[in-house]
């Protein structure tokens, strides 16, 4: 009795486990976009993005050395749901780091917003300036980190509170 009861228990936390990582039907819609700094491509980097809106989930992006935005919400490529971002840059450990203004790291100051409609080819192009605050080079950018893992994003605090 007792091992049938733990093999039920254990057989309805997996089932919990999967339902919560097949995305609850959240409708993703594709999206690419352009990440620049006065006007100039910037990349290659990560950007992760909050939903404004609580209980709506949340995404990160690619930027390659053109700039060019490749977004993921469950899978790598798949896009975004519908819905308001905020979005903060953060340098691509795997990468030299660069300098961009600091406002842009922080979720509390980024003035970067991302708005995504529920159509798809969604195009967001995210424009930085060099007169927003002073520059910084991302500290956890060393040469001894591995590159970014979009999957260990998903683990951070800000993420689980907009998986939420």
Do not use: H
Not at 27 to 33: D, N
Not at 99 to 117: E, H, M, R, T
């Amino acid at each position: 009795m007792q091992r049938q009861t733990i093999s039920l228990i254990f057989g309805c936390a997996l089932l919990l486990t999967m339902a919560g990582c097949g995305g609850g039907g959240v409708k993703i819609y594709t999206a690419s976009g352009e990440l620049s700094l006065d006007g100039e491509p910037f990349g290659p980097t990560s950007i992760r993005l909050i939903p404004l809106k609580e209980g709506n989930r949340s995404a990160v992006g690619t930027v390659d050395k053109s700039g060019k935005i490749t977004f993921t919400t469950l899978k790598t490529g798949d896009g975004l749901p519908a819905g308001q971002y905020r979005v903060a840059v953060g340098i691509d450990p795997g990468e030299p780091p660069r300098l961009y203004p600091k406002i842009y790291g922080d979720f509390g100051s980024s003035p970067l917003q991302a708005n995504v409609d529920a159509v798809n080819d969604n195009q967001l192009k995210l424009q930085m300036t060099k007169s927003a605050g002073p520059l910084i080079k991302d500290p956890k950018a060393t040469p001894a980190q591995a590159k970014f893992d979009v999957n260990a994003a998903f683990e951070t605090e800000a993420f689980k509170a907009g998986a939420k």
